[in-house]
């Protein structure tokens, strides 16, 4: 099983990035999928997560109305746009593979992580 994350950068304030997460080794759309970050000094926090099928998608109240998760089934890829970025959004970011076709904010509940992509958000 492999998650491969991509995407992460340096970018101004009020800029966008487009995180994308390769999933090899298992039925990428069977199960729900997450993305999650860590701050420098801070411990890895809950950032958004979507559901097998993409039915349904959460996300903390942090990044709501600015940030979007999707994915895409047939390229086993999964995504998040972050626009309107701030720098508080910078952190490690590190997808996830639910063990269940459903998604939360639970870090236990994921079975699979990614290595992470740096995003770096300048004032």
């Known amino acids: 099983v492999q998650l491969q994350a991509s995407g992460g950068g340096l970018v101004q304030a009020g800029g966008s990035l487009r995180l994308a997460c390769a999933a090899s080794g298992y039925t990428f759309s069977r199960y729900g999928m997450g993305w999650f970050r860590q701050a420098p000094g801070k411990e890895r926090e809950f950032v958004a997560a979507?559901?097998?099928?993409?039915?349904?998608?959460y996300y903390v109240d942090s990044v709501k109305g600015r940030f979007t998760i999707s994915r895409n089934n047939a390229k086993n890829t999964l995504y998040l746009q972050m626009n309107s970025l701030k720098p508080e959004d910078t952190a490690i970011y590190y997808c996830a593979t639910s063990s269940t076709t459903q998604a939360t904010g639970v870090m236990r509940d994921y079975r699979y992580w990614g290595q992470g992509t740096l995003v770096t958000v300048s004032s």
């Open positions: 979507i559901t097998w099928g993409g039915g349904s998608t």
